[in-house]
């Protein structure tokens, strides 16, 4: 089947649209809203839905305008026919229409129609008004949808799948009763005796093997653990009573050289008392001693400072003096040279006032001629909206009409003339002649020769006899009159909408405001290029600089002394080289005699700080000289005189030496009874008794416990009931690897039968798969395949084959989702085609929303090899623009005007 044109009528938000399709590529495009996917939606009813239809479905399809029924014609070709398809959907009523015609001069009209779309679609019965509406789910992709898992649209069509992949070659695939029964009761003794995930049913006989081996197991592991018991209690019971018999003699050893070690450390911390006294004495002496001899030292050293800083002092006083007279002399240089300093400053200045009052007079000057540019601007705008405004209010105060609306009212008027035709068509004639009598039409005598037009029911009564007249069938007519009196009202409405009279009145309207439209845009055009607002600011600036100018010049004027203003622009530049002239001279002169001063200042305050330095070094150095007479007289005060000195520094050096020999001995004492080891032997002792103490303790429980044990367990043989355990349990192994072995065949043959199904699967599906490589292939390169099983004649398992696969659909992004099963569709769609003629629409309803631009690219070479093979491909987006180099036909949408 390939569809050829779809004509849609008062359906939703098209009021009356006419879509022409190419046979291999088509582009529907338009923004939301415009209506894409109603039409495929108008399509898709007319061929899938009863004409007789009522209910949400019917209400659904109604035009938002509320005018008229929903009508869809749609043509379509299939086998070499060419069909014509036309439906008005009216409920269960009798104005719902269904007719269907053939370029072989056939024709269908209401359930026969129905009838042989059924037959032409595939379908066993005609769709009835109550029944669900039937759908190529897998041919009408949309969005949201695209990204799903397409096994499911392929088990939609599985019977039919399956017939066409046994004719390509899998049609000698097939098994022998035999066969078929020998793998079903393999299968059925397999889940006899197995779950689905391999474990061992309760109620088989592996499963009962297993758990006797298991209790066995148990009683076996129970009567081994008494017989160890008690063998382990005879052991632990002797190795306790000895270990006893150890401790009870090696005790009293351990606890009498703890009281040894005691007796050394209580003489080590005796030993220690005394060494502490001592070297507290020690320490006194020594601090004494550096007392004494450092404030020996001290005084030495400070009666030698006072007498070399009195010989400095000096030299430095005549330094002084000296500085003095200098720094003197050179202050009355550097006053000179700073009167010669301001005398050229204020010159400079002048100059430079000069030199500023030229320049704002061309500034000024320049301001002047820019306004009076601007204002020229500004009167020519002015006279141009002047002009504008009368134009706007009359072309405000029309009728508003566009060339559209004009189409549209000669459609109605169109409308209406060809119904009155049809009317009068169809409307009798009733002329009398001759005859005796007079007849009456409706009461009415009839005149001789004068004919009447009858264009409805009415009575005719000659000679008696009276005559029932119905023109052109009554319903018909009825129907006509309706129609023309709708399409009037309609017109009559539009007039009034615009607010004309009638087409001509509309027509020279619109040919008047085209006029009044296109002198108004020359205006607007050349008061944009004006730019009024740029002008105002432009004049504006430049009433601001004259001002700013004018200001300038008034308060230099009075600084430039006997200087005269420049008359015009022309004598203002050349004055202002001449000013320029004379302030590069002004600023030479005061730059040499500023350098003359300021070479003069660094000299003055190079004297100063000389000055200073000198004085700073008399002054510190007399300073220093008295803190340290000070400080020696001082210490010489607390510490007396130098014979006093030397006798106390001897006496102190001589009781240091008594300590260190009395320090010496007491440390040889010390160090020969080791006090560090000592502390570890007492350490060492203790614990050695308290490891001894809880290794009698542990003994004497372990002793007390396994007494216990032999005396309650060893009333019986565990021997030999652990002989008759193992016996026991040799037998159920035995039974168990039995059940085992038979278990394990079942489950090799259950195994070896589903892998020759699954090979049977996979040679039925390759054909489908190699059809969906294909596609595959345009889009990931000549490695990329598909594979796809089928078991019970369910399709499942579909994988994307690639380098560094495969990969599952559901592990695929958003994108590669859409690609993978875009490729399946199409695949599959080009299997069932076969049934339609060898070709059958694929409809993609924005169902690319995940992929990007790289993708999209991607896909469109997809979508072009449908095509060369024989698909009929249409493609509605939101954005053309991304399916520009898929080079199909392009169809444009705009949305309703109604809704």
Known sequence: MRLISLHVRNY????????????????????????????????????FCSH???????????????????????????????????????????????????????????????????????????????????????????????????????????????????????????????????????????????????????????????????????????????????????????????????????????????????????????????????????????????????ADGRIRRLAEDVARLKKAIDPLTAEVRKAREERTAAEGESKKLVALVESAAVATKTARHRRELVQQSIEQHRAQAALHKTRERLEQIASLQKELTPLQQTLAGMPKIAARDLDRLRTLESKVAQTRVSLEAIAAGVEWTSGDGTPLLDGEALEAGVARTITEACDLEVAGHRFRIRPGGGASLEELRSSLQAAEEKLKDAFESLGVSDIAHASRLLEERSVLDSRIRTIESKLETLDPDEARQEAAQCQRSLSECEA?????????????????????????????????????????????????HEALQELIRKLESSGEKLSSATTDANQAGTQHDTLVKEHGDETTR?????????????????????????????????????????????????????????????????????????????????EALARAREAHASAKRRGDAISLLHQLFEEEQQRFSDQLTEPLAERISLYLQCLFGPEARARISQSGGDFSGLELVRPGGPFEFEQLSGGTKEQLAAAVRLAMAELLAESHGGCLPVIFDDAFTNSDAERIAGLQRVLDFAATRGLQIIVLTCTPLDYTSLGAKNISLEPSISH
């Open 646 to 726: 030397r006798e106390r520094i001897a006496a102190m050096q001589r009781k240091v030496e008594s300590c260190q020999d009395r320090e010496a001995r007491l440390g040889e004492q010390l160090k020969q009874l080791q006090p560090d080891l000592l502390e570890q032997d007492l350490k060492r002792h203790r614990r050695s008794i308290a490891n001894q103490q809880e290794l009698r303790s542990q003994a004497q429980l372990s002793k007390a416990e396994s007494a216990v044990v032999l005396k309650s367990d060893g009333s019986n043989d565990p021997y030999a009931a652990l002989g008759e355990a193992r």
């Open 552 to 600: 300038e010049i008034a308060r230099l004027s009075p600084l430039t002394g006997d200087f005269t203003k420049p008359a015009d622009l022309d004598s203002a530049v050349e004055a202002l080289s001449e000013a320029k002239r004379l302030l590069d001279a002004a600023e030479a002169e005061e730059n040499t005699v500023r350098g003359s001063q300021q070479a003069r």
């Open 52 to 294: 007789r239809r009522g209910g949400g479905v019917q209400r659904n399809m109604q035009s938002h305008a509320g005018s008229g029924p929903p009508e869809v014609e749609l043509e379509f070709e299939q086998d070499g026919t060419r069909y014509h398809l036309s439906k008005r959907f009216k409920g269960a009523s009798t104005a719902s229409q269904a007719e269907l015609r053939s370029d072989r001069n056939d024709r269908w009209s209401g359930a026969d129609t129905e009838k042989k779309l059924a037959e032409l679609l595939g379908f066993d019965e005609p769709l009835s008004a109550g029944a669900a509406i039937q759908s190529w789910a897998h041919l009408w992709i949309r969005q949201g949808d695209s990204a799903n898992d397409p096994t499911v649209d392929l088990n939609s069509e599985q019977s039919t799948l399956l017939s066409r992949l046994q004719a390509e070659g899998g049609a000698a695939l097939m098994q022998s009763d035999l066969d078929a029964a020998v793998g079903q009761r393999c299968a059925e003794t397999w889940e006899a005796n197995f779950t689905s995930n391999g474990q061992s049913r309760a109620s088989s006989e592996l499963k009962k093997a297993e758990s006797a081996l298991a209790k066995q197991e148990e009683i076996f592991a129970e009567r081994s653990a008494t017989a160890n018991k008690l063998e382990s209690a005879v052991r632990e019971h002797e190795r306790a009573t000895r270990q006893l018999t150890e401790i009870a003699k090696t005790l009293p050893e351990l606890e009498q050289h703890e009281q040894q070690v005691l007796r050394k450390i209580t003489e080590v911390e005796k030993l220690q008392s005394q060494k502490a006294d001592l070297d507290r004495e020690l320490a006194d002496a020594r601090k004494t001693l550096a007392t004494d001899t450092s």
């Open 12 to 47: 939703r938000v098209h009021r009356d649209t006419r879509v022409e399709f190419d046979a291999s590529h088509n582009l529907i495009g338009g923004p939301n809203e415009s209506g894409k996917s109603t039409l495929v939606e108008a399509a898709h009813r007319a061929l």
